[in-house]
C-alpha cells in the first residue's frame, strides 16, 4: 500500500497560479498511476487530471486543460499539479490518488489509494 500526503494549498487571487505536490511512500512509485480529484462541499469528488507510471501518458478534465498541468518524479516519489489561470470555480479541496496499474485512470472508484487532501481557495 502507498501513503500519499498532499501539499501545496493556499488562498490565490484569480489569475494566480499554485502548484500542489503528493508525496507518496513505497519503493515502488513508478508502478503506479496517479490521479488528482477535487472536491467542493455538497458535491461529488470530480477528476481533475491522471498520469500514467512513466509520466507518459496524460489525461486531464476539460475544465483544466491548458490551465493545469501534471509531472512526477519517480525518483522522488512525487506527483505534481501546476495551476496557472486559477478561477474561483477552481476552488475546491484537491485530493491526490494512486493505483498500481498501466495506463492512466479518470473514475475515482478505479482508485485504492487517497490523501487527505488540500485547500485551494481562488479569490475573484
Known amino acids: 500500500q502507498v501513503q500519499l500526503v498532499e501539499s501545496g494549498g493556499g488562498l490565490v487571487q484569480a489569475g494566480g497560479s499554485l502548484r500542489l505536490s503528493c508525496s507518496a511512500s513505497?519503493?515502488?512509485?513508478?508502478?503506479?498511476?496517479m490521479g488528482w480529484f477535487r472536491q467542493t462541499p455538497g458535491k461529488e469528488r470530480e477528476f481533475v487530471v491522471a498520469?500514467?507510471?512513466?509520466?507518459?501518458?496524460?489525461y486531464y478534465a476539460d475544465s483544466v486543460k491548458g490551465r493545469f498541468t501534471i509531472s512526477r518524479d519517480n525518483a522522488k516519489n512525487t506527483v505534481y499539479l501546476q495551476m496557472n489561470s486559477l478561477k474561483p470555480e477552481d476552488t475546491a479541496v484537491y485530493y491526490c490518488?494512486?493505483?498500481?496499474?498501466?495506463?492512466?485512470?479518470?473514475?475515482?472508484?478505479?482508485?485504492?489509494?487517497w490523501g487527505q487532501g488540500t485547500q485551494v481557495t481562488v479569490s475573484s
Open positions: 498520469i500514467s507510471g512513466s509520466g507518459g501518458s496524460t
Open positions: 490518488a494512486a493505483r498500481s496499474g498501466i495506463g492512466f485512470y479518470i473514475r475515482k472508484s478505479e482508485y485504492t489509494n
Open positions: 513505497g519503493r515502488t512509485f513508478s508502478s503506479y498511476a
